[in-house]
């Protein structure tokens, strides 16, 4: 019966033994790095000589390579690279086969933002399932940090986080909402000094958004709004609104929710700008649901502009 090449003979186990000897540059690291003994690893290295037909390692108070050796640890390096990322990308490919994705997110980022994006992730993904837990900066911070959700996405969190990697994804600017009888509602754009004197509703008054727009407003001169309703629901502000009980700062991007008999007027000098982030724990790896779901945010979180002043 004929012999098979040398590389039938030469199995993978071998190649990650002389690779962990040629980094470790002992027997017994090598052993402790691949969980193996000692001995186990010796017959493999001599294993594979008595395969070659050459020795690959010298012994002695201090190992080296041969030639054929060195030769050999390349091949194995760049050969178990490849192996390892085809195992990796399709183990990838399976998790993204099922599994489920849990978002913290802002009230206001996850009714005006979240609807679409989540049709693009099951249009791509369509057997991955997502959760969103509705969240105040504080509790997207503790879930993502307690590993109760894998990814949060709102406005700037505020004092920086070691635990926390943030990645800015886009800027939004705020709006003044009126009801469209209301001696604003014509305008283009309002300058915030004028902001003083109008009664404001105030949604989630609480939210990190708050924290970098009344920083722009207390630029001016101090300027701090009239503040007549607090509120937490933006359906609950934008009933207000209408009712005519005031006005409110918004984001510009939730005027995809209200109601027709509403306007979304500008602020100018200056503009109102606050960043849109993801936010997901520095030193531990994202699930590859988790991952496609952010590379879709990265590609598609935006606010929506086409059409509107």
């Avoid at 012999?3 to 039938?8: E, K, L, N, P, S």
């Avoid at 008595?50 to 194995?76: F, I, S, Y």
């Avoid at 990190?208 to 407003?217: D, T, Y």
């Avoid at 849109?276 to 606010?303: C, G």
């Amino acid at each position: 019966m004929p012999r098979g090449t040398a590389t039938d003979e030469i199995s993978l186990q071998q190649l990650r033994a002389l690779a962990a000897v040629f980094e470790t540059g002992s027997f017994t690291l090598a052993a402790e790095s691949l969980q193996l003994t000692q001995p186990a690893i010796s017959h493999l290295i001599k294993r594979m000589e008595d395969e070659l037909g050459q020795p690959l390692v010298v012994r002695g108070r201090r190992l080296q390579l041969t030639d054929a050796g060195q030769m050999m640890v390349d091949t194995a390096v760049r050969a178990l690279r490849l192996v390892d990322e085809s195992v990796n990308a399709c183990r990838s490919q399976a998790q993204l086969r099922e599994g489920r994705v849990v978002v913290a997110v802002g009230h206001l980022t996850a009714g005006a933002l979240m609807p679409p994006l989540l049709g693009r992730f099951a249009k791509a993904h369509p057997r991955l399932a997502t959760s969103l837990l509705d969240s105040t900066a504080e509790q997207m911070i503790s879930r993502v940090v307690s590993k109760e959700a894998d990814l949060g996405f709102g406005s700037d969190i505020g004092p920086s986080h070691s635990e926390l990697a943030t990645e800015p994804l886009f800027t939004e600017r705020m709006a003044l909402f009126v009801r469209e009888d209301h001696p604003l509602a014509s305008r283009s754009a309002v300058e915030a000094r004028l902001l003083e004197a109008l009664p404001f509703i105030h949604v989630n008054p609480d939210a990190n958004i708050w924290r970098s727009v009344g920083r722009q407003l207390a630029g001016i001169a101090n300027l701090e709004p009239q503040v007549l309703h607090h509120v937490s629901m933006l359906s609950t502000a934008f009933g207000l609104i209408q009712a005519g009980a005031g006005v409110s700062l918004l984001p510009r991007y939730v005027d995809v929710l209200m109601p027709p008999n509403l306007r979304a007027v500008s602020v100018t000098r200056p503009t109102l700008e606050y960043p849109v982030m993801a936010l997901r724990l520095a030193k531990h790896p994202l699930s590859p649901a988790a991952m496609a779901f952010l590379d879709i945010a990265r590609q598609h979180l935006k606010p929506p502009r086409a059409g509107r002043s």
